[in-house]
C-alpha cells in the first residue's frame, strides 16, 4: 500500500500551479508556441466526449467481466501457464516505465518539442490524473480482494502499474496528438510493455491489466475535461496571491511541494 500512498501523494502535489492567474471561462486554455508561459485561449469546448470513453469502458469491461465470466477467468489462467512455461527472468522496469510517457512530455518540452499545454498547465492536468487513478485503483482492490497469481497478497485487480502507465500515455497522446501523431502514440507502446511485464512478472493477470488500461485512459480523459475548474480554484481571484512550488526527496519519495499565499 505504501507505493500506492506514494503516487496519491506524487499527484496531489503535482497539482500545483507554479503562475497563479484568473481565469473566467470554461474553455480549455493552452499556450503559445514561444515561450512555456505565454497562454493563449483555444477554441476547443470543455466537453467530455462520449467516444473518447468507448475504448477505456470496453476495457474496463473486459477487465470486470474477468472476475466471474468463466471462459476470460480460464484464459488468466492458461495465459499464466503459457508463461510460466517460458519461465521469463523477473525485472524490475515497469516500475519505471508506468512513468515514462510522461517523463517524456516534459523532456521533449525541455527540449523545444512543445505540446499543447505549458509546464503549469500540463503539470496541473498530468496530477489531476494520478490522483483520479490513485482514488479509483486503491480502493478497487481493497473491494475486489482478487488474489495475485503469485499468491503474495490479494490486491491484484486492478494493475494500479498498468493503469499509471496508461494515464500517462493517454496524456502523452493528448499533448502531442495535434502537433505529431506519431510522437503522441509512441506512449503507449510503454504502456504496453508496462502491462506485458506485470503478467511476466507474475503480479497480475490478464484481466487486471486490461482493466488497469481503461482505468488509466479514463482518469485522463476526466483530468482533461476538469482542467478549467481546477485552474480556476487553483488560482483564485486575488492578484495579489503567490504560489510557489518546490521539489522535495523524503523517506525515498519524491514529489513536489506547494506553498501559497494569499
Known amino acids: 500500500m505504501s507505493n500506492y500512498r506514494h503516487k496519491a501523494v506524487v499527484g496531489l502535489f503535482i497539482l500545483a500551479s507554479v503562475f497563479g492567474k484568473a481565469q473566467n471561462n470554461d474553455t480549455i486554455q493552452v499556450q503559445e508556441t514561444k515561450k512555456d508561459s505565454a497562454v493563449r485561449v483555444s477554441t476547443e469546448k470543455n466537453t467530455l466526449n462520449y467516444k473518447k470513453l468507448i475504448i477505456p469502458t470496453a476495457f474496463i469491461g473486459y477487465g470486470v467481466a474477468s472476475l466471474s465470466v468463466k471462459g476470460l477467468k ?10 510460466n512455461e517460458h519461465k521469463p527472468d523477473h525485472i524490475r522496469l515497469d516500475n519505471y516505465t508506468q512513468f515514462a510517457p510522461a517523463v517524456l512530455v516534459y523532456g521533449l518540452n525541455a ?5 499543447k499545454h505549458n509546464f503549469r498547465d500540463r503539470s496541473i492536468i498530468y496530477g489531476t490524473s494520478m490522483l483520479i487513478t490513485s482514488a479509483i ?5 481493497h473491494i475486489v480482494k482478487e488474489e495475485r497469481p503469485d499468491q503474495s497478497n490479494n490486491l491484484s485487480f486492478p494493475s494500479g502499474h498498468t493503469a499509471i502507465a496508461f494515464a500517462s500515455a493517454q496524456f502523452m497522446f493528448r499533448e502531442y496528438k495535434d502537433t505529431n501523431f506519431l510522437l503522441g502514440i509512441s506512449g503507449y507502446s510503454l504502456a504496453i510493455f508496462t502491462g506485458i511485464y506485470r503478467m511476466l512478472n507474475d503480479k497480475h493477470w490478464v484481466g487486471d491489466v486490461v482493466g488497469g488500461a481503461g ?48
Request: hydrophobic share 40%; proline share 4%.
Open 74 to 83: 480460464q484464459l488468466n489462467f492458461s495465459t499464466r501457464d503459457e508463461i
Open 111 to 115: 527540449v523545444g518539442v512543445e505540446g
Open 137 to 141: 485503483v486503491v480502493p478497487l482492490k
Open 215 to 262: 482505468f488509466g485512459i479514463l482518469s485522463t480523459e476526466l483530468a482533461y475535461w476538469l482542467y478549467p475548474k481546477i485552474n480556476n480554484l487553483l488560482s483564485g481571484k486575488n492578484k495579489n496571491t503567490a504560489t510557489m512550488v518546490m521539489p522535495y526527496y523524503q523517506n525515498k519519495t519524491v514529489g513536489i511541494g506547494l506553498v501559497k499565499n494569499f
